[in-house]
């Protein structure tokens, strides 16, 4: 089934300009949703190890570094950041 969202009840929360250590760029566009129906599904098991419910400072050891830097904008009510870019590059 999955999450079903209206877009109306999204509000971008946080944008995060990421460059892993390979130098592979991503844009991660964070959304706080204040209303959603049906339950989250892992569609990606081999990139994913799980889904769950996780207090915003207490997130996952293994949590992906570009998710954690969108929820911690999030928490400190900020909105962009640059990772993993030289300063010229940014």
């Known amino acids: 089934m999955g999450?079903?969202?209206d877009r109306r009840a999204l509000s971008l929360a946080s944008t995060v300009h990421f460059r892993n250590e390979h130098?592979?760029?991503r844009l991660g566009l964070f959304f706080?949703?204040?209303s959603w129906?049906?339950?989250p599904?892992?569609?990606e098991p081999h990139k994913c190890a799980r889904l769950g419910?996780?207090?915003l400072d207490a997130l996952p050891d293994?949590?992906?570094?570009?998710?954690r830097i969108g929820v911690e904008l999030y928490r400190k009510r900020q909105n962009f950041a640059v990772s993993g870019w030289a300063?010229?590059?940014a």
Not at 62 to 67: A, F, G, I, L, Q
Request: net charge negative.
């Open 3 to 5: 999450l079903h969202l």
């Open 23 to 25: 130098g592979e760029g």
């Open 32 to 34: 706080h949703a204040q």
């Open 37 to 39: 129906e049906g339950e």
């Open 41 to 43: 599904v892992n569609a």
């Open 53 to 55: 419910c996780f207090r």
């Open 62 to 67: 293994n949590t992906h570094p570009y998710t």
């Open 87 to 89: 300063a010229a590059d």
